[in-house]
């Protein structure tokens, strides 16, 4: 059975520290991964895709990496807005994906 | 351009009755996705349609039923409906499978 495991659940930063947040996976004939970020109360906004180990996205303060067992999404001097849910997400060449559990981040001014 | 909608936004259900919830795309997507969400979780994938005329089977499709027999349209049924349903539902689209997904607002089904 695929499995996609975040970490932590919740993560509590004050603005301007910085953080990493751990997508572990196994997942059997994996494409490759996405992040996404979620506000309450509203769908999945795309973030990333990463596809082979070593791999790097970069987006403002957020920066995502692969390896052959997790991926990283780095958070560099955050501010409030960055505040939400993060989620990662496996899938495969047959179209299937799955989630994470995700990752809620709070960054306090 | 409206995206991923989804109708309705919420609704209430009496255990054992059913329903439909809609998804329209006008994207021309091929990939259509139902998920459900519950408090403190991800998303649990329950069907998904690589095409119009097909579908397959999520994580969690027991109790769910689903037709694609248009593009533009991933339909989401329940038959009977159980208080182990409550949830969101997201519908989302993608036209590759290595490309993001776009999501609707989502769905808020209690079923009392």
């Known amino acids: 059975e695929d499995q996609v495991t975040q970490s932590p659940e919740a993560l509590r930063l004050q603005e301007g520290e910085s953080s990493s947040l751990n997508c572990s996976y196994t997942?059997?004939?994996?494409?490759?991964l996405f992040w996404y970020r979620q506000d309450p109360g509203k769908g999945p906004e795309f973030l990333f895709t990463?596809?082979?180990a070593g791999e790097e996205k970069e987006k403002e303060r957020l920066k995502a990496t692969l390896t052959k067992k997790e991926s990283f999404l780095h958070i560099t001097a955050p501010k409030p807005e960055d505040s939400a849910t993060y989620l990662c997400?496996?899938?495969?060449?047959?179209?299937?994906?799955?989630f994470g559990d995700g990752t809620t981040l709070t960054v306090k001014p | 351009n409206a995206g991923v909608t989804q109708t309705p936004k919420f609704r209430v259900l009496k255990t054992g009755q059913s329903m439909t919830l809609l998804c329209a795309q006008d994207?021309?997507?091929?990939?259509m996705y139902w998920y459900r969400q519950d408090p403190g979780m991800g998303l649990r994938l329950i069907h998904y349609?690589?095409?119009?005329?097909?579908?397959a089977k999520g994580e969690v499709p027991d109790g769910y039923n689903v037709s694609r027999l248009k593009k533009q349209n991933f339909l989401l049924g329940l038959e009977s409906a159980a208080p182990s349903q409550t949830s969101v539902y997201f519908c989302a689209s993608t036209d590759r499978v290595d490309t993001e997904a776009f999501f609707g607002q989502g769905t808020r089904l209690t079923v009392v």
């Open positions: 997400a496996s899938f495969t060449n047959a179209g299937k994906s799955t």
């Open positions: 997942v059997s004939g994996l494409r490759g």
């Open positions: 990463l596809y082979s």
């Open positions: 994207m021309n997507h091929e990939y």
């Open positions: 349609s690589v095409g119009e005329g097909t579908t």
